[in-house]
T-cell receptor
């Protein structure tokens, strides 16, 4: 089954404790991205990657890191999480940019205390 | 100029009625306008999309109406059903910004039986 998977689905952590949210897709997509979703703000892009070893900042990259060492994986790293990073996070992938459909993962709900 | 403004924030419609969600944009370079549908606990999924060379696109009960001169586009859901209850996001993109999607804030739609 073609899908984007994220882990963990739920995470409660404390300020400053490094964490990684994994994202994997099995559709051989070139393009992957991370979004955060907050009430009233919609989806805001954090980082995106157009191919292996190619990443770029989205609209809200502060406090986040990403890497794209393999085509299928695109982990999101929070080196020192803070409470303002409490949010619902989505990973997405698509064949390319342009008008290609983005396929979203199921989301990771992160709470930083 | 990159914003996409979506309204209303929430909408309650009786079963069988017409649901209408509106989006407005400023950047005249936008040339791709998708709508995504998100059910609770799931990631968004592409519902329907339009290019500005047509004024309307219909897929089943879902129709996008596009008004280029007014820089507005809207989603119409005919014969709305309780299963249509979800959050709907409009978005826009263009080649100038490498087709990175600019998202509306979302509309929570509730269809009352």
């Amino acid at each position: 089954e073609a899908q984007v998977t994220q882990n963990p689905r739920y995470l409660i952590t404390v300020t400053g404790k490094k964490l990684t949210v994994t994202c994997s897709q099995n559709m051989n997509h070139e393009y992957m991205s991370w979004y955060r979703q907050d009430p009233g703000l919609g989806l805001r892009q954090i980082y995106y990657s157009m191919n292996v070893e190619v990443t770029d900042k989205g609209d809200v990259p502060e406090g986040y890191k990403v890497s794209r060492k393999e085509k299928r994986n695109f982990p999101l790293i929070l080196e020192s999480p803070s409470p303002n990073q409490t949010s619902l996070y989505f990973c997405a992938s698509s064949l390319g940019t342009g008008t290609d459909t983005q396929y979203f993962g199921p989301g990771t709900r992160l709470t930083v205390l | 100029q990159q914003q996409v403004k979506q309204s209303p924030q929430s909408l309650i419609v009786q079963k069988g009625g017409i649901s209408i969600i509106n989006c407005a944009y400023e950047n005249t370079a936008f040339d791709y306008f998708p709508w995504y549908q998100q059910f609770p606990g799931k990631g968004p999924a592409l519902l329907i999309a339009i290019r500005p060379d047509v004024s309307e696109k219909k897929e089943g009960r879902f129709t996008i109406s596009f008004n280029k001169s007014a820089k507005q586009f809207s989603l119409h859901i005919m014969d709305s059903q309780p299963g249509d209850s979800a959050t709907y996001f409009c978005a826009a993109s263009c080649m100038d910004s490498n087709y990175q999607l600019i998202w509306g804030a979302g509309t929570k739609l509730i269809i009352k039986p």
